[in-house]
């Protein structure tokens, strides 16, 4: 297995519509496969003439690569148009990890948007593991209804977590949740000097959700966040994730809150 610094071929295995403008992408190697993801680790993708992009796995299955992409850019759309049997390169893995749960700790999952699918592969690890956790609660947040992701996977979630969600503007029939993702922390059950929280999404839900958090007593070195922002090479070459003295391509992107905090309140270079 290897770690590349030049893309490596995978084909498409398949591809699944997740929302108008977002796909998951299952991914195989053409020969030797990178080498084992952990949750929370992203890869570059590279769309062959266009270019790459970093992109968190949003599940983990042996060899095959999964990566759920939201076409924003010139390289995500190439990469959200690939079909069944399309090549992409890919390189890593890159980054820092979530970590597991201490066992007998409470989990506090909470995402906001396509901040689910870094979070997917933790979710699956912790609901696998729900026998030795307490209470598990995973908090999700879109814009509408038809923003939600992995709705195949909520029904077994839900046989081991508590599992919420809430949108910005509800549709006609809309029986969930009504307004932002902090507004659902009331109804998750945990004890706070017990609590692992593990948050991804807008740094404006991050930071609001953290700083509730830390209001009801969870330390801070126990919230961790992922802070993708603006990550373009993985090499530390580009400079142009750099947060104050760190490079998240590099020293991310999970950081504990106690480290996260003051990276955030950094301007962009």
């Known amino acids: 297995m290897t770690h590349a610094t030049t893309p490596v071929p995978y084909r498409v295995r398949a591809r699944h519509r997740e929302t108008a403008d977002t796909v998951t992408l299952d991914l ?3 020969a030797e496969p990178l080498r084992p993801f952990r949750p929370g680790q992203y890869a570059m993708l590279y769309a062959f003439g266009t270019g790459e992009i970093p ?3 949003s599940r983990i299955d ?3 690569l999964s990566h759920t992409v939201r076409a924003v850019g010139k390289v995500s759309q190439a990469l959200c148009r690939a079909e069944t049997g399309d090549w992409i390169g890919a390189r890593g893995p890159y980054g820092t990890v979530w970590g597991s749960p201490p066992t007998d700790s ?3 999952v909470v995402s906001g948007g396509i901040g689910l699918a870094p979070l997917r592969p933790l979710i699956e690890e912790t609901v696998a593991r729900a026998g030795e956790l307490g209470r598990v609660s995973v908090l ?3 814009r509408d209804p038809g923003e939600q992701l992995f709705l195949d996977d909520l029904p077994r979630w839900r046989t081991a977590a508590d599992v919420l969600v809430t949108v910005d503007r509800p549709e006609p029939g809309w029986r969930g949740g009504t307004g ?3 507004g659902l ?3 998750a059950a945990l004890r706070p ?3 692992a929280a593990y948050l991804c999404g807008p740094e404006a839900m991050m930071r609001a959700t953290a700083r509730e958090l830390l209001r009801r007593g969870v330390p801070a070195d126990r919230i961790r966040v992922s802070l993708e922002r603006n990550m373009r090479c993985a090499t530390v070459w580009c400079g142009h994730c750099q947060l104050g003295p760190v490079l998240v391509c590099r020293d991310g992107p999970v950081f504990g809150w106690d480290h996260a905090d003051g990276l955030l309140a950094t301007p962009e270079r």
Do not use: I, K, N, Q
Request: negative net charge.
């Open 28 to 30: 195989v190697p053409a």
């Open 55 to 57: 992109l968190s796995t």
């Open 62 to 64: 042996g060899a095959v």
């Open 106 to 108: 409470d989990v506090l």
């Open 140 to 142: 999700t947040g879109f």
């Open 180 to 182: 932002l993702v902090t």
């Open 185 to 187: 922390l009331d109804r």
């Open 193 to 195: 000097e017990c609590c």
